[in-house]
């Protein structure tokens, strides 16, 4: 069964150095697409980036980076540059295979992990 | 563009009541989704909508009923709330092509005594 593990339930960085979130998945098919939610104390839930399994490049978007490593099944978000702003919960995702394989549109969360920066 | 909107914000039930979480989208998007938000457990999936007249169960539907009443509005029903189904609830819209990414609503926080 597919799976989304984030072992750290919560992390400090100190404003304007970078930070690493972890996250590791679980999946016996070859074409899956990973995502990075963030969901401050507000509530919403916020796409900040996704990486397909085919892609060669890690993605980015502005100060999000992702550290795909196929072979180890991870897909850590690194954010640079810390801001207060990004106080928050961030949550790692993948696309949910079907029961005839292919992905469908569903997706398997994490449990999340919470991010605080400190001034 | 409002994007995904769900009314209400906050609800409050007796064991027992029943009650219907409306979810609208103003992006054309083909598939919508319920979910529901615990502490400690991440997000999981009550059920979704790949497109306009399809329903289908994902996760956790126990207890639960969806009407995609159309292609932007997708309602979710608890007939008999039971205080397990405190929560909060997220609905969400996503394209059925390219990379899929979902769009959230504000969530409605839901509590059943």
């Known amino acids: 069964a597919q799976k989304i593990t984030q072992t750290q339930p919560g992390m400090f960085v100190q404003e304007k150095e970078a930070v690493t979130l972890d996250c590791t998945y679980d999946t016996s098919d070859q074409s899956y697409g990973l995502f990075w939610y963030k969901q401050p104390s507000s509530g919403e839930m916020i796409f900040l980036i996704y990486q397909g399994s085919y892609d060669e490049q890690n993605a980015t978007e502005g100060r999000y980076s992702l550290n795909f490593q196929k072979a180890r099944k991870s897909a850590n978000l690194v954010i640079s540059a810390s801001q207060l702003g990004d106080s928050a919960m961030y949550f790692c995702a993948m696309r949910e295979v079907g029961f005839y394989g292919g992905a469908t549109n569903k997706l398997i969360f994490g449990t999340g992990t919470l991010l605080a920066v400190q001034p | 563009n409002a994007g995904v909107t769900q009314t209400p914000k906050f609800q409050v039930l007796k064991t027992g009541q029943s009650m219907t979480l409306q979810c609208a989208q103003d992006m054309n998007h083909n598939s919508m989704y319920w979910y529901r938000q615990d502490p400690g457990m991440g997000l999981r999936l009550i059920y979704y909508s790949a497109s306009e007249g399809t329903t289908d169960k994902g996760e956790v539907p126990n207890g639960y009923n969806v009407s995609r009443l159309n292609k932007r509005e997708f309602s979710l029903r608890l007939e008999s709330a039971a205080p397990s189904q405190t929560s909060v609830y997220f609905c969400?819209?996503?394209?059925?092509?390219?990379?899929?990414?979902?769009?959230f609503g504000p969530g409605t926080r839901l509590t059943v005594t």
């Open positions: 969400a819209s996503s394209e059925s092509r390219g990379i899929n990414e979902q769009y």
